[in-house]
DNA sequence: CGGCAGTTTGATCCCGGTCAAAATATGTGG
DNA sequence: CCACATATTTTGACCGGGATCAAACTGCCG
């Protein structure tokens, strides 16, 4: 199973850009590397959801993205950016490959595929920061809210019994850092979508029972 | 005056590219191209201001960005995407250059500071989206409409008696697509600001008198 | 001068933030 | 296994920023 960044590429090329990793382990809530560090590493995340985060001048936090496994992080070098432009939070535990900042160019020239792959998901990226921005400017809380859960089963869900589960640990705090509103509202809404069998929560977990009916609060 | 996306390349190199693009004008508030639309060429903005707009489903337009003279726009080739993520409209009278996107991948192996010039300039893009989500997430109608003003003198301002001029025609309209309110609170907004002497504007014109103060209202 | 596009201003309403406090889990050490 | 400390969630009461509704006003262009 070639994972996204190498699937245009041939074994033995592939072989020869894992040699070169070096393999590292995070656990839950450890943050990988701090927003403005000097960027000097790129990363493949292997198992586990990476939250990437803004922090304002007054402290208050903002998630800007989650990255499921599979994909590249922290590439800051694909900008020429000398600094990471943002925070990532291991959400759950997390395993990851990493190199060396400076081996970028050299990956994006001897291997084609590698560049064309990577950009292709930074610009998935940026189309869905376009429509965060589109929605935050648009959308009612409820919506948002509808929409940053269904995002989040449709990258990393899991199938249950009782419906899709969200596969690392998230609190309702963590749920309004990614739209923009406070932790109270968030549970408000929870236990209104509760009562009407919409999810299903316990502490730190969200089930999706009806994905559909979120769909549709979450505006066509 | 070397042009960003060329400011690597040397005069033959230049030209070499120059002569392969096309020219093309757009009167004030026509649309260069789509949201949608399959994107066959890239443009380079010789004279004006691009306004970027998405447009939701029931018809409410959100500005994601303006772009100012010497920039890329319309760079979905870049993405390997083969349809533009939004419209285009020209926000004054607006001359540009237009490539087939085919041109793209050439351009990029062929003029090594091509790619890393444009790449650089991509990552802008997306630090100043991020700070867009930060903002919408986290301040307040007018520490956003005061952010927003100051983007658009600090990138296309000219220097007159009174202050700092948006270069184009500007509506209060535009400034609350631009940051997610609506044209009365814009309006109310800027009364009150002219009658403290911050700002003075007339009918799509807006000048920034004293953009100190307006930096303290955004919030340091 | 009529008409449209843009602006101003007032009155009202409500979503969702803020403040406050209690209830429920989880973990920890004795 | 229990008691206590801490983290998360729930719920209620209240209030205010800014949207919405409505209407008048002001250039500006043909």
Redesign the pocket.
Known sequence: MPLPPFSKLDRPQIRSILDRAISRRFDAGTTVFDEGAPACSFYLLLDGTIRVVKTTPDGEQVTALHIPAGQLFGIAPAFRRDTYPATAIAASEVVTLCWPASLWDQFVSDFPGFGSETYKTIGDRVVEMNNRILEMSTQ???QRIARALLRLVNQSGKKTTEGIEISFPI???DVSEMT??????V??L??AW?KNGLVS????KIIVCDPHRLVVLGGA
């Open positions: 009612h809380v409820e609190t309702r705090q923009g509103t406070t932790l109270h509202t549970s408000r929870l236990s509760e929560s316990k502490r730190k």
